[in-house]
């Protein structure tokens, strides 16, 4: 069955390094990855979209990688702070089915 | 304004019980959809519905029941409720099933 792998260890990181985050897919070839952020007791906000033919996609800090030899996804945020703490969800679509699956997410803390 | 809303935020009921959550969206989007995500933060999606028809039925209990009263709704009605059924439902909308998708801010549902 198709399945979406997050590192499910936080992710601890000092302030102003970089972070990067993992997003492993198998069983499957998606079309779109999707990156959401989610914070305590609020729903999922959308970050970046990647489709397989791009190999990368910059927004201000962030940046998200589409491997398709490796089957993996990174997710980086540069310059890091403490207000990026947060849990990080990837989503694939697409690879004949729309059907939305999301990963269990990797939460980052970032230490002032 | 809020782009999806849904009510209640919060619902503690018994066992046996039927309960409906709401949800709306004023984004104009064509799609909408109903997730799942239980204590380990799993976010599943149980169903999606497009221009008020159903596309997408993943293996859920006939106990959950969608309604699409027009593109800009999708309430879930729950009978029968169980102690399993006890999580966070989001409800969320996108142009179409490959674009980035808004969550609603979350209904936490306790069955007691």
């Known amino acids: 069955s198709q399945k979406i792998e997050q590192n499910s260890e936080a992710l601890n990181i000092q302030e102003g390094k970089t972070a990067t985050l993992t997003c492993n897919y198998t069983?499957?070839?998606?079309?779109?990855l999707q990156w959401y952020r989610q914070d305590p007791g609020r729903g999922p906000v959308f970050l970046l979209l990647i489709r397989e033919n791009e190999k990368e996609k910059r927004k201000e800090r962030l940046k998200v990688t589409f491997d398709t030899t490796l089957k993996q996804s990174l997710f980086h945020i540069t310059a890091s702070q403490p207000a990026d703490s947060a849990t990080y969800l990837c989503a694939a679509l697409g690879g004949g089915s729309y059907i939305p699956t999301f990963g269990r997410g990797t939460s980052l803390i970032v230490h002032p | 304004d809020t782009a999806v809303s849904q009510t209640p935020k919060y619902l503690v009921t018994q066992m046996g019980n039927d309960k409906s959550i709401k949800c709306e969206q004023n984004?104009?989007?064509?799609?909408m959809y109903w997730y799942k995500q239980d204590s380990k933060k799993f976010l599943k999606i149980m169903f999606s519905y497009n221009n008020k028809e159903l596309i997408i039925n993943e293996t859920v209990p006939n106990r959950f029941s969608p309604k699409s009263p027009d593109k800009a709704h999708l309430n879930l009605h729950i009978n029968s409720l169980e102690l399993g059924d006890s999580a966070v439902y989001f409800c969320?909308?996108?142009?179409?099933?490959?674009?980035?998708?808004?969550f609603g801010p979350g209904t936490r549902l306790t069955v007691l």
């Open positions: 069983n499957y070839s998606p079309a779109y």
């Open positions: 984004l104009g989007h064509d799609t």
């Open positions: 969320a909308s996108s142009q179409d099933m490959r674009n980035e998708q808004f």
